[in-house]
């Protein structure tokens, strides 16, 4: 496998991840705007190119066919510059990201967004559980090396922007760190 210094990406691969409702979407949209990155929303690519199979009526989701969707993904992202944007992480190859943040929030918080975009019963309990219980920063702890793993709270517009500021931080380092 190659790893990120041999691949010499001429734009870093940023992972933003989190439970549903955290706030990526919301991220990752003005990020783009802000760094021209380009963001690469894994639910909709997926939905678009045919990447899910059978409903999990267990679940109330779809069931990603993820060989297909990495597949697809391979060639942009071996160029570089991407936002990837998707609640979950360890299916991706380690050697896609350069870093990976995870977005967090509050109980009340993320039980409030989720019951508001119409989320109830097993569904909401289940996103509650994950936050709760940390799933994706170990699952993310788990998949990528832990210096590149960055928590992030993303309660209030406030903390929104302080994440867009760090993160536009982080690129210039990278930036100035990867110059030929
Ligand atoms: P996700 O993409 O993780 O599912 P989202 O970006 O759609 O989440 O955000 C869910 C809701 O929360 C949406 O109504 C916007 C709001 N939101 C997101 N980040 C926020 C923040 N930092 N402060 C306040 N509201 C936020």
Same mark, same amino acid.
């Given at each position: 496998? $190659?790893?990120? $210094?041999?691949?010499?990406?001429?734009?870093?691969?940023?992972?933003?991840?989190?439970?549903?409702?955290?706030?990526?979407?919301?991220?990752? #949209? #003005?990020?783009?705007?802000?760094?021209? !990155?380009?963001?690469? *929303?894994?639910?909709?690519?997926?939905?678009?190119?045919? %990447?899910?199979?059978?409903?999990?009526?267990?679940?109330? %989701?779809?069931?990603?066919?993820?060989?297909?969707?990495?597949? @697809?993904? *391979?060639?942009?992202?071996? $160029?570089?510059?991407?936002?990837?944007?998707? =609640? @979950? %992480? /360890?299916?991706?190859?380690?050697?896609?990201?350069?870093?990976?943040?995870?977005?967090?929030?509050?109980?009340?918080?993320? +039980?409030?967004?989720?019951?508001?975009?119409? +989320?109830?019963?097993?569904?909401?309990?289940?996103? &509650?559980? %994950?936050?709760?219980? $940390?799933?994706? !920063?170990?699952?993310?702890?788990?998949? +990528?090396?832990?210096? &590149?793993? =960055?928590?992030?709270?993303?309660?209030?517009? /406030? *903390?929104?922007?302080?994440? &867009?500021?760090? &993160?536009?931080?982080?690129? #210039?380092?990278?930036? =100035?760190?990867?110059?030929?």
């Amino acid at each position: 496998m $190659q790893n990120n $210094q041999q691949m010499k990406r001429e734009a870093p691969n940023i992972l933003i991840t989190g439970t549903p409702g955290v706030g990526k979407s919301t991220l990752c #949209q #003005q990020l783009s705007e802000v760094t021209g !990155l380009r963001w690469l *929303e894994i639910s909709k690519i997926a939905k678009d190119n045919n %990447c899910l199979e059978e409903y999990d009526e267990v679940y109330q %989701c779809p069931v990603l066919d993820e060989d297909k969707l990495l597949d @697809g993904l *391979e060639k942009v992202m071996c $160029q570089g510059g991407n936002i990837v944007d998707y =609640h @979950g %992480c /360890e299916f991706f190859p380690e050697r896609w990201f350069d870093v990976i943040f995870v977005l967090r929030t509050d109980n009340t918080t993320l +039980y409030d967004r989720l019951v508001s975009r119409g +989320y109830s019963g097993k569904k909401l309990e289940d996103n &509650i559980d %994950c936050e709760i219980f $940390q799933t994706i !920063l170990e699952e993310a702890k788990a998949s +990528y090396k832990e210096n &590149i793993v =960055h928590e992030l709270n993303s309660r209030t517009p /406030e *903390e929104l922007q302080a994440n &867009i500021n760090r &993160i536009c931080l982080w690129l #210039q380092e990278w930036f =100035h760190d990867n110059q030929n």
